[in-house]
Nanobody, 121 residues
Framework: QVQLVESGGGLVQPGGSLRLSCAAS????????MGWYRQAPGKQRELVADITRGGITNYADSVKGRFTISRDNAKNTVYLQMNSLKPEDTAVYYC???????????????WGQGTQVTVSS
């Protein structure tokens, strides 16, 4: 009943910027925390940043000062502004949201399909 769709990935040179978006749709009553995760080849998936419904943010040490997470609750959308990108940021980026759905009023985590970010000269 709920889908999260990421967009905005692509190829960028080191030092460049990208802005990722993730929009949730379906029978949504409310979304609690939303977050961005990434998985590089040969590595485990890791948390990049997350944000509560009230706007409290948390970042991985590797991206602090370079990435900014934000959300628009009216649009059920979370964003990740990525600046000063480095080759080590190359990964598939996934969106996650804690979604309360209707009419069944169940709550669970949903994941997006992922979007590729490649940082290379």
């Amino acid at each position: 009943q709920v889908q999260l769709v990421e967009s905005g990935g692509g190829l960028v040179q080191p030092g460049g910027s990208l802005r990722l978006s993730c929009a949730a749709s379906g029978r949504i009553i409310s979304i609690s925390a939303m977050g961005w995760y990434r998985q590089a080849p040969g590595k485990q998936r890791e948390l990049v940043a997350d944000i509560t419904r009230g706007g409290i943010t948390n970042y991985a040490d590797s991206v602090k000062g370079r990435f900014t997470i934000s959300r628009d609750n009216a649009k059920n959308t979370v964003y990740l502004q990525m600046n000063s990108l480095k080759p080590e940021d190359t990964a598939v980026y996934y969106c996650k949201g804690g979604v309360l759905t209707g009419p069944d009023w169940s709550f669970r985590d949903y994941w997006g399909q992922g979007t590729q970010v490649t940082v290379s000269s």
